[in-house]
C-alpha cells in the first residue's frame, strides 16, 4: 500500500486523533492530511510533476512532515538535505539529484538557481486532488549518505520500500497506542522513517523536537507522556547526563531503541536505571531500518540482534547482506542491488541461537556518534589546501563518539602548515562533525604497490605509538 493512501486510511477511522504535535502547534490526522493535500496542491500548481526532485532543507517540524508526505501524495520524489552540510556539499546534492525545487529555511538556504520557495500550504486552487497516483515502486524518498566513497551516494526508497521498514517497526513491538517522541534529525533515515514515518502508518503519535537539545527534549518528554523513543549512543549519554543532573518526572517510557553505532552494554545498564525501561539495540542503515534487533525481552545485550519482519541475511566471505521489504532498491544512478541483495560492508558472527555479532568493517568509513565518514571525502579537502601533498585518513577510537577523525599529512616541499591552519581550512568545506579532529605530520605516508596511500598502514602505525 501506498504511505499516502495508509494516511489517508489512518484519518478516515481516527480523525480527530493527534498526529503531530510540535511545540505549541498540534495536527490531527483529519488536518494533518488537509494540510499535505494542500501543500501538493500548490506544489503541482507551480509546476512541478511526478517524478521530480524537491530538496528539503530544513530542521525537525511539522512543515517538513507535511512536505515528505506531500511528495508521496503526488508522485514527487523527496530530497532531504542534511542541515551540518557546507555550502559545498549542499550544491553537490542538488545537482546530483537533479532537484527542480529547492525549499530551504530562511537561515540554511543557499544561493542557487533552482525555484527556492518557502513552506506554502494555501493553493490558489483547492479543488484540485494530487493526482495522479504514484506507483509503489517508484521512487519516493532520496536519502543521501557519506558511505564509503569520497562523494555521497542518495539511497533510494519507494513507498513499498518505507512501508516495509514500517512493517519492521511494527514487528519490534512498535504500536498504535505509542507516542513517539522524535528528536533525531527528520533529514536522516531514522528521523523520517522509523520516528516519523512508521508511527504514523501504524497510527500513533508522533512529538517532535525541533533541534536536539538534551534539557529540551527530557522537558518535551515529561510534557507528552511520549511512550517511545530513538536516538544515538551520544543522544542517549547526553539525556541519561541530564535526568541525573535534574531529574524530571518520567514515567510513561515502555521501551528505547538505539543505534547508529556499538552500544555498550553499560550504557544500556545506565538508561534503564535511570528511566526504568529498557534501551535495546539495533541495526540498520540508511538503506533499510531497523533491519536486525534484540526484540523487547529477548534482547542479547552486545549484538546486534537477529533479522526482523522478512529479512534475510546472508554472510559472505565474513560480509553480512540482506535482502527485504524494507531494503531500498539501489543508488541514484545506479543499477538496482542484484537480485535485491544489499553488501553491508560489516564483517561479523552468527552465534547458535541467531543473533548477529559484528566483528569489523570491510570499508574504510569512520562511525562518528552514528553518523558515516568517508575518508576518501576528508582527503579530497585536505589536497586542495596548497601545502598538502598527501593525505591518510583513518578513524580514531574515542570513548565518547566511537570514533573520530585522525589525518596524517606530508607537507608539499617548500610549504609549511600547522595542524590548527589544517583543521581550520577543513571547516570552511566540510560539515564539522567529518574535520579531523586531530593531524600528524610525516615526512612521507606509507604507500602500495599502486602509490596509494595505505589506511591500514597508518592505523597500525597509530596503534604502535600509542603503545609504546
Known amino acids: 500500500?501506498?504511505?499516502?493512501?495508509?494516511?489517508?486510511?489512518?484519518?478516515a477511522a481516527q480523525p480527530d486523533k493527534r498526529a503531530l504535535v510540535c511545540g505549541e502547534t498540534t495536527l490531527t490526522y483529519a488536518q494533518f492530511t488537509e494540510q499535505v493535500e494542500n501543500v501538493a496542491r500548490a506544489w503541482m500548481q507551480k509546476g512541478l510533476k511526478p517524478g521530480d526532485r524537491i530538496a528539503l532543507h530544513m530542521r525537525n517540524s511539522i512543515e517538513l512532515a507535511t512536505c515528505y508526505y506531500a511528495?508521496?501524495?503526488?508522485?514527487?520524489?523527496?530530497?532531504?538535505?542534511?542541515?551540518?552540510?557546507?555550502?559545498?556539499?549542499?550544491?553537490?546534492?542538488?545537482?546530483?539529484?537533479?532537484?527542480?525545487a529547492y525549499l530551504a529555511q530562511a537561515d540554511l538556504r543557499i544561493p542557487t538557481s533552482l525555484p527556492s520557495w518557502e513552506f506554502d500550504a494555501n493553493p490558489s486552487d483547492k479543488s484540485k486532488s494530487p493526482s495522479p497516483v504514484p506507483h509503489p515502486d517508484d521512487p519516493a524518498l532520496l536519502l543521501y549518505t557519506s558511505g564509503t566513497t569520497a562523494r555521497p551516494k542518495g539511497v533510494n526508497h519507494s513507498q513499498r520500500t518505507l512501508a516495509g521498514n514500517a512493517s519492521y517497526m511494527e514487528a519490534w513491538g512498535l504500536k498504535s497506542d505509542d507516542h513517539t517522541l522524535l528528536f533525531t534529525a527528520m533529514v536522516h533515515a531514522s528521523g523520517a522513517i522509523v520516528l516519523l514515518i512508521s508511527p504514523l502508518w501504524m497510527g500513533a503519535t508522533v512529538t517532535i523536537v525541533p533541534v536536539f537539545d538534551p534539557a529540551a527534549v527530557l522537558d518535551t518528554w515529561e510534557r507528552s507522556g511520549a511512550t517511545f523513543l530513538m536516538g544515538l549512543p551520544t543522544m542517549i549519554r547526553a539525556l541519561v547526563a541530564e535526568q541525573r543532573s535534574r531529574p524530571r518526572n518520567i514515567t510513561t517510557g515502555r521501551s528505547a531503541l538505539c543505534g547508529g553505532d556499538a552500544v555498550?552494554?553499560?550504557?544500556?545498564?545506565?538508561?534503564?536505571?535511570?528511566?526504568?525501561?529498557?534501551?535495546?539495540?539495533?541495526?540498520?542503515?540508511?538503506?533499510?531500518?531497523?533491519?536486525?534487533?534484540?526484540?523487547?525481552?529477548?534482547?542479547?545485550?552486545?549484538?546486534?540482534?537477529?533479522?526482523?519482519?522478512?529479512?534475510?541475511?546472508?554472510?559472505?566471505?565474513?560480509?553480512?547482506?540482506?535482502?527485504?521489504?524494507?531494503?531500498?532498491?539501489?543508488?541514484?544512478?545506479?543499477?538496482?542491488?542484484?537480485?535485491?541483495?544489499?553488501?553491508?560492508?560489516d564483517l561479523v558472527e552468527i552465534d547458535p541461537d541467531g543473533f548477529v555479532w559484528f566483528r569489523g568493517r570491510k570499508k574504510e568509513i569512520i562511525v562518528r556518534g552514528g553518523s558515516n565518514i568517508a575518508p576518501q571525502e576528508v582527503e579530497e579537502t585536505l589536497y586542495k589546501h596548497p601545502a598538502v601533498g598527501e593525505a591518510g585518513v583513518i578513524g580514531e577510537p574515542?570513548?565518547?563518539?566511537?570514533?573520530?577523525?585522525?589525518?596524517?599529512?606530508?607537507?608539499?616541499?617548500?610549504?609549511?602548515?600547522?595542524?590548527?591552519?589544517?583543521?581550520?581550512?577543513?571547516?570552511?568545506?566540510?560539515?564539522?562533525?567529518?574535520?579531523?579532529?586531530?593531524?600528524?605530520?610525516?615526512?612521507?605516508?606509507?604507500?602500495?604497490?599502486?602509490?596509494?596511500?595505505?589506511?591500514?598502514?597508518l592505523k597500525d602505525l597509530r596503534s604502535a605509538a600509542a603503545a609504546s
Not at 283 to 290: A, S
Not at 418 to 430: D, G, V, W
Open 398 to 457: 574515542n570513548e565518547y563518539w566511537g570514533e573520530v577523525v585522525l589525518a596524517y599529512v606530508a607537507l608539499r616541499q617548500g610549504h609549511t602548515a600547522t595542524p590548527e591552519e589544517l583543521i581550520a581550512f577543513s571547516k570552511q568545506h566540510l560539515a564539522e562533525y567529518k574535520c579531523p579532529e586531530q593531524i600528524l605530520f610525516l615526512p612521507v605516508l606509507p604507500k602500495g604497490a599502486t602509490g596509494k596511500v595505505q589506511r591500514r598502514a
Open 71 to 100: 511528495c508521496f501524495a503526488a508522485g514527487f520524489v523527496a530530497v532531504p538535505v542534511n542541515t551540518r552540510l557546507t555550502p559545498e556539499e549542499i550544491a553537490y546534492v542538488l545537482e546530483h539529484s537533479g532537484a527542480k
Open 264 to 345: 555498550p552494554i553499560p550504557l544500556q545498564q545506565d538508561y534503564a536505571a535511570t528511566f526504568g525501561h529498557p534501551l535495546i539495540e539495533g541495526f540498520g542503515m540508511t538503506e533499510g531500518l531497523p533491519t536486525l534487533v534484540n526484540l523487547p525481552g529477548n534482547n542479547r545485550p552486545g549484538s546486534m540482534g537477529r533479522p526482523i519482519g522478512d529479512v534475510e541475511i546472508r554472510i559472505v566471505d565474513g560480509e553480512l547482506w540482506m535482502r527485504g521489504s524494507g531494503i531500498a532498491t539501489g543508488y541514484w544512478g545506479h543499477p538496482p542491488f542484484e537480485d535485491g541483495w544489499l553488501k553491508t560492508g
Open 1 to 11: 500500500m501506498l504511505i499516502w493512501n495508509q494516511l489517508k486510511t489512518r484519518a
